[in-house]
């Protein structure tokens, strides 16, 4: 073991311990702080903490409208979710503030493998997970660069699972969706990549761990322990550290997680006042809010 992964493994620890220490002011009324998530690569720094902490409590959901249900209503103490998604509940009065990111890139634009460039989607059905996600942002950047604008294709809404299999049977002509749903295309050979994240938005994110307002102000020093542990935790996932974390929590083939974990990076999960008034623009310029809320309203 080197000296970084010393320094790593002890501070981890502290924090671990510290959060543990912290009294059990949760609004659920246990020990346990309840923190949703889907099973996607952009939610293993909170899949990491929960392996590194006894004190998280993981709630699986099957599709962001439920996941947002339940932290809208308080169900649960906090998510790891679609950035965008969150931004509207706060721009629509839920109090939830967002507190980290998930992740940077680890996005790609797929399409079937006649597709040789984005002006060959005119006309052609792409899915994407959601209006309010950072996958419908970066198609919109990949069509402005080519002169052309969202209404050039079909937009339809799939679950991320669905989207391989609606690609092989000709259902879509591309999709971008949380990984590693893209990586299995690539995987099955049914489709490839036209492009990753970062050629159309560089540090790129899309997911973010979001915590109500009632569990922070209840358990402020919880919540700061919950925080220094999550961003060490994704700064604990190395290459074979996610690769393991993502076995266990994604029930995916070896070959889907070695291309998926290629695009994606947990490192320095702090949300910049830049970055967010960067992704606000974006929200903005492509008519996914008109007034989304500013980065003093929304991140803490």
Known sequence: MNKFRKFTTFSTALIISALSGCGNNNNSGNDKIKIAYLPITHSLAVCELAEESKDIEL???????????????????????LIELAMKSKEQGVNISAVALGHKDGNVIITSNEIENITDLKGKTFAIPHRQSSHNILLNEALSGAG??????????????EMPSALAAGQIDGYCVAEPFGAKAVSMGIG?????????????????????DNFMEKNPEKTENLISAYKQAGANLNPE???????????????????SLQWISYNNLDITKESYDTLTEKVIKYNLSENPPSYEDFVK
């Open 59 to 81: 709630v699986k959901y099957g599709s962001w409208t439920e996941l947002m249900d339940a932290l809208n209503t308080g169900r649960v103490d906090g998510a790891s979710v």
């Open 148 to 161: 052309m604008t969202i209404d050039d294709v079909n937009i339809t809404e799939l679950s991320p699972t």
């Open 192 to 212: 490839k990549v036209l492009y990753s994240s970062e050629e159309l938005w560089e540090d790129s994110f899309c997911c973010g761990l979001v915590l109500t």
């Open 241 to 259: 550290k996610a690769k393991e974390t993502a076995k266990k929590y994604l029930n995916q083939d070896d070959d889907v997680l070695d291309i």
